[in-house]
């Protein structure tokens, strides 16, 4: 018997992918999809006295995600590299899931930022990069998950994910400095 061990101690245990794909949607994470917003929202509430931020920012992120992802996935059969319709929805929930954790993860901050601030523009700049940094790890996460094969496929979510970015930037944008000025 040795006192050393044969195994590392920073081994990482193999888990099966059907378990791997079982826990990737999970209710804990779309909630959190649908909370994180509402919590961006009310920061920007609290901070400037108006309700308005509370309903207006989860309607433009899962507007924005309603009005553009149709658009995707005619893009994408476009090129003739379309996943079935049923792993796009799937892929799409799976970012939404994402979108929430990383925002859940951001929101403190920038809670703690805006809140302690003086001026309204640091809180609009504090949850607009919270928004911003949880959408991008999104839209990483929906491109790994779409799993293209052609270039022309890649480039086309490259393209909706500006165009989404940018509605949902110039919405928000909107948003923020009517509330704030």
Do not use: H, Q
């Amino acid at each position: 018997m040795s006192l050393v061990s044969e195994a590392s101690p920073m081994a990482v245990p193999r888990v099966p992918v059907a378990a791997v794909e079982a826990t990737r949607v999970t209710p804990r994470t779309l909630a959190l999809a649908a909370i994180g917003p509402v919590a961006i929202g009310g920061i920007l509430a609290v901070k400037v006295g108006a309700l308005g931020p509370l309903a207006a920012t989860p309607a433009i992120v899962f507007g924005v995600v309603a009005a553009t992802s149709p658009a995707l996935y005619i893009a994408i059969a476009a090129t003739g590299d379309a996943p079935p319709l049923a792993a796009v929805v799937r892929a799409l929930a799976v970012a939404l899931g994402a979108f929430g954790l990383a925002l859940a993860g951001l929101v403190l901050p920038a809670a703690f930022l805006s809140l302690s601030s003086v001026a309204a523009f640091t809180t609009v700049v504090a949850c607009s990069c919270a928004l911003g940094g949880a959408a991008a790890l999104a839209m990483r996460r929906l491109s790994s998950e779409l799993a293209t094969r052609t270039f022309a496929a890649s480039v086309v979510i490259f393209v909706w994910a500006v165009a989404t970015f940018g509605v949902a930037g110039r919405l928000w944008w909107n948003l923020a400095s009517e509330v704030v000025s």
